[in-house]
């Protein structure tokens, strides 16, 4: 568990002058929107390929000036994070298992051809942006506040190569429970004509274009009736791969649990891999394997599936209640959420706030 919580000295400190005043703040955190609200502040560096990354600072938040020829804007090259910063009964802020996203950032940086950020670079960031908007960290039964670090291309160039101009920020915004009613299974339109992402393509990083690509059957989802949309593989049309913005995992009856390994399609989750470890802690037996849809229907109706839930930053753990498609749907353990996910939701939220041992070493003090 790491104690870090100082305001890095790299980064130097340009506080707003119009602060949002403490009142209208604490009405804000009376009742967070998720992504609606955002802080005084955001954290910067900029990278040129003549001189790399330099210039951290922490400035106001407000919009970014951006030329029309601004390589984003015509080539989508950026990348971005989700994270949390969790408030803890004794009164500190940490964060969860920050160095596997900065390499999950490294990595997607890499894939899009931008400059790939130190890890120092990325954890520095978030301490130094906590260290001046801490007051905008909401306290409450999962309240938290949301980080969004994102670097772009920002170079002015309309030739199609990498940017030789990159802006890396982190913004922040605080949020409460993701389901305002309590834990509620959702339903899931199976797309069958659509793809996330295919082989050799950019579905493990951590992109605009792969949430882009899945908007189109996100709205044909909700037309269903269904809340997410779960693609499947493109080559063979045949295998479950991941929702718009979660990773999906299968508990049988025996108590096993199966989740589709991740490859060049599948984004390698955080909250995937904390999950996997702690199922594995509980004496699950856990494999990481193809799951054919057709297969899994099958064991549905049989009774061999129990439950099927979703995992991510923002929700944590969502069960799954009902899998539907053009030619079939059905109901999951009668619409109800599962005891195995509802077990490790509420072990791995209370490791994030505090509430029990960090057994993993995953927690980071950032203030």
């Not at 594995?280 to 109706?301: F, K, M, N, S």
Request: hydrophobic share 40%.
């Amino acid at each position: 568990m790491s104690t870090t919580t100082t305001a890095p000295t790299a980064f130097e400190i340009h506080r707003t002058d119009h602060p949002v005043p403490d009142a209208e703040r604490a009405a804000l955190l009376a009742a967070p929107r998720f992504g609606t609200v955002f802080t005084d502040h955001m954290a910067r560096i900029t990278w040129t390929s003549a001189d790399g990354w330099q210039n951290r600072r922490v400035e106001p938040y407000g919009p970014l000036q951006l030329d029309p020829a601004c390589a984003v804007l015509h080539y989508a090259q950026e990348i971005f994070e989700g994270m949390k910063a969790y408030p803890h009964a004794d009164g500190s802020i940490w964060t969860f298992r920050p160095a596997a996203n900065a390499a999950r950032f490294a990595r997607s940086a890499a894939r899009l051809a931008l400059p790939q950020l130190s890890e120092q670079d990325f954890l520095d960031s978030l301490a130094a942006l906590l260290a001046v908007d801490r007051a905008w960290v909401p306290v409450g039964e999962e309240m938290s506040l949301y980080l969004r670090p994102f670097m772009y291309a920002s170079e002015s160039f309309l030739g199609v190569r990498a940017s030789q101009e990159v802006e890396y920020l982190v913004i922040a915004s605080p949020v409460g429970p993701y389901f305002a009613k309590g834990v509620q299974p959702v339903s899931i339109w199976v797309a069958q004509d659509y793809h996330r992402a295919g082989p050799g393509g950019t579905g493990a990083a951590k992109c605009g274009g792969n949430y882009a690509a899945s908007l189109l059957p996100q709205t044909e989802a909700y037309a269903k009736g269904c809340e997410q949309v779960c693609f499947l593989d493109a080559a063979t049309n045949t295998y479950l791969e991941e929702l718009g913005g979660m990773n999906v995992m299968v508990v049988d009856a025996d108590g096993s649990v199966r989740t589709p390994p991740t490859s060049g399609d599948i984004l390698e989750g955080v909250t995937r891999s904390s999950i996997l470890q702690l199922l594995t802690d509980a004496g699950h037996e856990v494999r990481e394997e193809p799951i054919a849809l057709a297969d899994l229907l099958a064991q549905i109706g049989s009774g061999q599936v129990a439950e099927v839930f979703a995992c991510g930053t923002a929700a944590v753990m969502t069960p799954i209640g009902r899998l539907a498609g053009a030619d079939f749907d059905v109901t999951v353990n009668g619409g109800q959420a599962g005891p195995v996910t509802m077990a490790i939701r509420t072990e791995l939220t209370d490791i994030q706030y505090g509430r029990r041992p960090d057994r993993h070493g995953w927690l980071h003090r950032l203030a």
